[in-house]
């Protein structure tokens, strides 16, 4: 079993930074995508960016030229950093992996953590 762990949520100003982290652990052989959601209340879980192994990066519009996905595989890691956040940035965000684990390919979520912007 795999386990996902979040950590750098918090509450911060609009205008102002936050670094996301998840870090993997378990029986893992390698990761193909590592990704980040957000799902705010009353509203759909939306991808927010997705690395994807050999560099390729996917954002959502509204992150493009704010938000930063990035991954340490040494550590199975990912990470988000997140710049100009705005109130509309408010939800809990959520880390995705597709991992393999001997023959076999699963995905795991972590249980997210709460990032809360204020005006």
């Known amino acids: 079993q795999v386990q996902l762990v979040e950590s750098g949520g918090g509450l911060v100003q609009a205008g102002g930074s936050l670094r996301l982290s998840c870090a993997a652990s378990g029986r893992i052989l390698s990761i193909d995508r590592m990704g980040w959601y957000r799902q705010a209340p009353g509203k759909q879980r939306e991808l927010v960016a997705v690395h994807i192994t050999g560099g390729n990066t996917n954002y959502a519009d509204s992150a493009k030229g704010r938000f930063t996905i990035s991954r340490d595989n040494a550590n199975n890691t990912v990470y988000l950093q997140m710049n100009s956040l705005k109130p509309d940035d408010t939800a809990v965000y959520l880390c995705?992996?597709?991992?393999?684990?001997?023959?076999?390919?699963?995905?795991?979520w972590g249980q997210g953590t709460q990032v809360t912007v204020s005006s």
């Open positions: 995705n992996m597709y991992v393999r684990e001997s023959t076999a390919w699963t995905n795991y």
